[in-house]
């Protein structure tokens, strides 16, 4: 990939640039490019979607941001028509900055700007490509994750990769990664797009490839025969979307942070009490819950339609006594 010749008087590349992105994600990135005096063709942006209870229409976050700056917004349903792709081709970009669009990009699309188009994908590929790599590393127990900036090809996340930024996870959930990861990213795009020629393209070790497919309803149902290590991983990864939950008493509940407080390896009445227990049982009236192996405590719940509850305030509206199974 060669380098860009079109530089500011201040030695800046100013690049005339496609920006694609849907959800939140891609907002830095886009008010990053945009801060940095890019010239911003064109912002293309899933088209509206039904929400709310009145399922009214709805911008995506990042149309509602590129309006605001007063930038040209395309939502086309699909880019597969030749009619689209003329019409992409026809802005004459330098290059496209992906983050979170959401749309599959034909080989016309990917092939229209001058240099490319370059993506902002969460995690350290080849680890996690796919939909939900953020939820799969949380989930997964990784220590660490990140972005990387990546040559965009026909492949899912298999293109040459320019940076990588590392974070660790530590106890953060996904909403949590999410937000760091948005941030880094688009300070990295911005590194990127500054000087081109520095970033030598890296291609991908495919036999190290592990693929994030994207979260299934059925996985947010919390299986208490799991170890506790587990589920709490499972808790971090899906808040706060789509929650992990389980049922008390026929009512759903998620649980979107919880801790692990039995280690069979420490001994003690309450390790004792979860190993007899079955799983899914309260075994106090702090709402610890034996698993298949040690117990976790609830930190966060949510009731369907109620806000989000600490334990303490949860148990003063929903008491739960030892002994209740959950299912």
């Not at 953020?134 to 994750?145: K, L, Q």
């Not at 996870?169 to 520095?198: F, I, P, Q, S, W």
Request: glycine letters at 8%.
């Amino acid at each position: 990939m060669r380098g860009f010749d079109k530089l500011s008087l201040n030695g800046v590349c100013e690049l005339r640039i496609i920006f694609m992105g849907t959800p939140d994600f891609a907002v830095p990135a886009l008010q990053a490019l945009n801060a940095a005096g890019h010239d911003i063709a064109c912002v293309y942006t899933q088209p509206p979607r039904a929400a709310g209870r009145g399922k009214q229409l709805r911008a995506s976050p990042v149309q509602v941001a590129a309006e605001a700056m007063g930038l040209m917004v395309r939502s086309p349903v699909s880019l597969k028509h030749a009619e689209e792709q003329a019409a992409f081709a026809a802005l004459n970009a330098d290059v496209a900055v992906v983050a979170a669009y959401g749309l599959i990009l034909p080989q016309a699309v990917l092939d229209a700007p001058a240099h490319g188009c370059l993506n902002i994908h969460a995690s350290l590929l080849p680890r996690w490509r796919g939909a939900a790599p953020i939820h799969r590393a949380v989930m997964a127990g990784d220590a660490e994750t990140g972005v990387t900036i990546m040559q965009m090809e026909a492949g899912l996340d298999t293109g040459p990769m320019l940076h990588k930024v590392r974070v660790p996870v530590a106890r953060k959930t996904t909403g949590e990664l999410t937000d760091e990861l948005a941030a880094l990213g688009a300070d990295a795009m911005v590194a990127v797009l500054a000087d081109l020629a520095a970033y030598a393209p890296e291609p991908q070790d495919d036999s190290a490839a592990i693929y994030a497919p994207k979260i299934d309803k059925a996985e947010a149902k919390i299986d208490w025969a799991e170890p506790a290590a587990v589920i709490e991983r499972k808790v971090r990864g899906l808040a706060p979307f789509p929650g992990a939950w389980f049922e008390l008493a026929g009512e759903r509940v998620k649980l979107l942070l919880a801790e692990a407080v039995a280690n069979p390896r420490e001994g003690g009445d309450l390790e004792r009490d979860a190993r007899r227990a079955r799983s899914g049982a309260v075994l106090n009236d702090d709402f610890t819950i034996a698993c298949g192996e040690g117990a976790i405590r609830p930190l966060r719940l949510q009731r369907a339609g109620k806000p989000v509850l600490d334990r303490a305030e949860f148990l003063r509206g929903r008491a739960v006594a030892a002994g209740t199974v959950l299912s």
